[in-house]
């Protein structure tokens, strides 16, 4: 017989030897029609990568001490999934469900010379129409603005950090139960002017960054 099941709890047979297990039988599988169709706690319901691409789009050579936004539109770049990249520099990713959070997860290159100090990286964020707020619980991110690689000479490195949005209290509550587009981008700064540093691409080499979320059910 075919037809439609409307229920609100499906649970064991009271009187079966193990009350508290529904099984599906060998040769038969539950399906459901799109990624939030079986939801529990810490479960990936969402997901969404996206490519900086390679060349002058993406990155920046830089001595300043203040906060810039990373450029993060080169050749090649690309989105997957629930990302979208049409707002410059930013990053689109379609949240698509109540009570849950967002990781972010950062990976891209960078060269520091001389090296004398090191440089900051922080999140950013906001929801369609609304005002930017940083995602870090620290105002100068996870290794304030000096911490993320230097101090040893000319050096080149791999960035990389995840954030959850959980992680700050006022995030936290303001994206819970919120439902559509959220917008980020990342900032970065040098912690002394005497050194240049190029994040993501180089004067001389093609490098890429990526970026990848994962919406995860509370």
């Given at each position: 017989?075919?037809?439609?099941?409307?229920?609100?709890?499906?649970?064991?047979?009271?009187?079966?030897?193990?009350?508290?297990?529904?099984?599906?039988?060998?040769?038969?599988?539950?399906?459901?029609?799109?990624?939030?169709?079986?939801?529990?706690?810490?479960q990936v319901i969402n997901?969404?990568?996206?490519?900086?691409?390679?060349?002058?789009?993406?990155g920046i050579s830089s001595t300043s001490t203040s906060w810039q936004t990373l450029n993060i539109v080169g050749t090649n770049a690309a989105s997957f999934g629930s990302c979208s990249q049409t707002i410059s520099n930013v990053i689109t990713f379609n949240k698509k469900y109540n009570?849950?959070?967002?990781?972010?997860?950062?990976?891209?290159?960078?060269?520091?010379?001389?090296?004398?100090?090191?440089h900051g990286v922080r999140l950013q964020y906001y929801k369609t129409g609304g005002s930017a707020t940083i995602v870090d619980i620290t105002d100068a991110g996870p290794a304030?603005?000096?911490?993320?690689?230097?101090?040893g000479g000319s050096t080149s490195a791999m960035n990389n950090f995840t954030w959850n949005t959980y992680d700050k209290s006022a995030v936290r509550s303001d994206l819970v139960n919120y439902t559509g587009d959220v917008h980020f981008y990342v900032e970065v700064r040098n912690w002394a002017s005497s050194d240049t540093i190029t994040?993501?691409?180089?004067?001389?080499?093609?490098?890429?960054?990526?970026?990848?979320?994962?919406?995860?059910?509370?």
């Amino acid at each position: 017989m075919a037809g439609t099941l409307s229920v609100q709890q499906i649970q064991g047979l009271a009187s079966a030897a193990d009350p508290t297990t529904v099984t599906i039988p060998t040769g038969h599988k539950l399906v459901a029609a799109d990624t939030g169709g079986v939801i529990s706690p810490g479960q990936v319901i969402n997901y969404g990568s996206y490519n900086t691409g390679y060349g002058s789009g993406a990155g920046i050579s830089s001595t300043s001490t203040s906060w810039q936004t990373l450029n993060i539109v080169g050749t090649n770049a690309a989105s997957f999934g629930s990302c979208s990249q049409t707002i410059s520099n930013v990053i689109t990713f379609n949240k698509k469900y109540n009570n849950s959070q967002l990781l972010v997860s950062t990976n891209f290159p960078t060269y520091n010379t001389p090296g004398g100090s090191g440089h900051g990286v922080r999140l950013q964020y906001y929801k369609t129409g609304g005002s930017a707020t940083i995602v870090d619980i620290t105002d100068a991110g996870p290794a304030e603005g000096w911490g993320w690689h230097g101090y040893g000479g000319s050096t080149s490195a791999m960035n990389n950090f995840t954030w959850n949005t959980y992680d700050k209290s006022a995030v936290r509550s303001d994206l819970v139960n919120y439902t559509g587009d959220v917008h980020f981008y990342v900032e970065v700064r040098n912690w002394a002017s005497s050194d240049t540093i190029t994040y993501i691409q180089h004067t001389s080499y093609n490098k890429y960054g990526t970026f990848q979320f994962a919406e995860i059910a509370q």
